[in-house]
């Protein structure tokens, strides 16, 4: 397995669940000099990196992008995938398509969280699921000119009504007709939704993309309660090679956050 940490570029997401904050170039200096394998990009808009400056600071420091997120579409616009306005539901998924391919030229995936919306009184949970699906399929798509997959993100019941557990997304996702959309466990969200943390992983299985490292209370893994040693074991029995990537919040303050997520990282990797 291999670690990560989160860099926002995102000025609305301030002291959101991003350990870092402050610019491209201070993220992978700081990362790099912890012992990081990657960097996990949240960014304003595809167009918003220099796409030259961060392959320089990456061949510096020696590190890869993890995936790179989405949800400022949704933070910032008010887009979703599953907004009643086709208008909106086509913003939002040419905000993605332009972040999967900017994500893709560094080999690395997009994540699908918050801009998966939810279902309400104007549109019904099977219609809200038949567009993010089709986007899903139609986006997943697209990743593979790149060599790479998209990640959906199941978020907790007070994110989105739609998929809360692993298990029932992984079940739907399974239905698509795509074989290049992974699920990316957040273990912050499975907290509250899952009875059993290390089970709802195996049920995924293979179609396990990507690990937000982060513990019960989204601080950095070793600050809250979560049992970590049953989880790795599942990960270790699914054969998990993927990135464990700290979307935790930056406290008590960024460089605490980042050297305790190394710390977790390497005990339980060793």
Sequence with gaps: MKSAITISLVSQAKGGPFVFSDGLADGCTLAAALGFDAVEIF??????????????????????????????????????????????????????????????????PAIIGSMQGRWDEKVSRDQALAWLGEALVDLGEHATRHGTVLLYEPLNRYETNLLNRQGDAAAWLRTLKTANVRILADLFHMNIEEEDMAAALRAVGALLGHVHFADSNRRAIGFGLTTMGPLMAALRQMSYHGYLSAEVLPLPDSGIAAKRTIDSFRFYTA
């Excluded at 320089?56 to 887009?79: E, F, P, R, S, Y």
């Design 43 to 108: 960014p304003p808009a595809a167009n918003a990196i220099d796409i030259a400056e961060l392959q320089g600071l990456l061949d510096q420091h020696k590190l890869k992008v993890a995936a790179m997120g989405t949800g400022a579409g949704w933070l910032i616009h008010k887009w979703t995938l599953t907004n009643p306005d086709a208008k909106i539901r086509k913003q939002a998924r040419e905000f993605i398509r332009a972040i999967v391919d900017l994500a893709g030229g560094f080999g690395a």
